[in-house]
């Protein structure tokens, strides 16, 4: 197979990494990076690194001129659904930025143009490539744990007023009739919830059979900041998940499967799996390469397929069916800490410990058909 055609679409923010990777493997032959696509022009170090790949302002301009064989599609979320559709519809297969789509219809529509065009999809859940995660399913899948009894993850991280108005879609809830569907549980932490409900060897494509939420916020936007969610998975395990974007201080995200012999936690930014026999630090493979090893050989097993964020998806789809956050006033926070992880320990959400500022009204969603 020759090298790729490769286009991509979005070149600020995330994208900016793959604006550095395109160039690195444009230069050893491993693509033909042919353009970019971004509302925003170039600045001139920016200019530098793509090269000779054009640029446009509108994707669907530069796919028809391009007729790339693979894009990279690094946009806000709301625009994912009509781009990769493009995309796809040009003839090119994708890497496409988690979460894959706002809704549920979205990733349907996803789903059905994938089975008309024949194109891959891998979808950004970067955290998948870690051998971690690998290792982890291992162990669940040789019952070295026992019985997996409960999920538990945390993520405690500060992001500041700069955080939610770094773009016009940051913190919104719907955008000029588009669902947005930004969140702490769906976008920062989006890759704890989708490791949280698949690593009991649930498959991702398979779908949750329920989903607790209590959300609150406490900058001014539409979307929360700080939320718990309690899913039972496809093999029915409770999976509890509290985050927030306003802890001081801040702790990298952990995953915590706990058996009836042993428990494991997952520092997933970190590839570290912790358990009584010490901690292992792995290797991580990337979502770029992985795919391109894909294309050029199909024995080579594609580790995000689109279909797999099914069970992701629909947390997130849960997360747009909930009432607004909570209002809450950053000082009455408290512990944010300690109050996390003990939800994520117990199974609890923040509004059942009991916290003074923990009052969001229950709101449970199901899937259809479940």
């Known amino acids: 197979m020759s090298a790729p055609r490769v286009v991509l679409a979005g070149a600020h923010g995330h994208g900016r990494g793959y604006l550095d990777q395109l160039a690195k493997l444009h230069a050893t032959g491993r693509v033909r990076f042919v353009g970019v696509a971004d509302p925003r022009p170039l600045c001139i170090e920016e200019r530098a690194v793509a090269g000779d790949a054009a640029w446009c302002p509108d994707a669907v301009t530069l796919f028809e001129a391009t007729a790339p064989d693979l894009v990279v599609l690094s946009t806000p979320v709301h625009t994912h659904v009509a781009l990769a559709e493009a995309a796809m519809r040009a003839g090119a297969h994708l890497l496409l930025e988690k979460p894959a789509a706002p809704t549920l219809a979205g990733l349907d529509r996803l789903l059905t143009l994938q089975r008309e065009t024949g194109r891959t999809v891998q979808v950004g859940f970067q955290a998948f490539g870690s051998g971690a995660v690998s290792e982890l399913r291992r162990r669940v899948n040789a019952r070295e744990l026992g019985e997996i009894r409960a999920i538990g993850a945390t993520g405690l991280w500060w992001r500041g007023e700069a955080y939610w108005n770094r773009a016009g879609w940051a913190g919104r809830r719907c955008l000029d009739g588009h669902d947005v569907n930004d969140g702490a549980l769906t976008n920062p932490f989006a890759h704890a919830v989708a490791l949280a409900i698949t690593v009991d060897g649930s498959g991702g494509d398979q779908p949750v059979q329920r989903v607790e939420l209590d959300t609150y916020r406490t900058r001014a936007v539409e979307a929360h900041d ?17 985050v927030s974007l306003c802890a001081e201080p801040e702790a990298e995200p952990v995953v915590t499967v706990y058996g009836t012999r042993d428990s494991a936690e997952l520092r997933y930014t970190e590839d570290l799996l912790v358990t009584a026999g010490g901690v292992t630090r792995h290797a ?11 294309l050029a050989d199909p024995r080579v097993a594609l580790l995000v397929p689109l279909a797999d964020t099914l069970g992701f998806t629909q947390v997130a789809e849960a997360v747009r069916h909930s009432p607004a956050p909570a209002e809450v006033d950053q000082a009455e926070l408290g512990d944010l800490g300690e109050l996390t992880r003990r939800a994520a320990a117990t199974g609890h959400l923040y509004r059942e410990l009991g916290a003074g500022w923990a009052r969001a009204d229950p709101f449970t969603w199901t899937p259809e058909g479940a």
Do not use: C, F, P
């Open 226 to 242: 700080t939320g718990s969610a309690r899913v039972r998975t496809a093999r029915g395990t409770l999976a509890t998940i509290a």
């Open 284 to 294: 991580r493979t990337d979502l770029l390469e992985n795919l391109i090893g894909h």
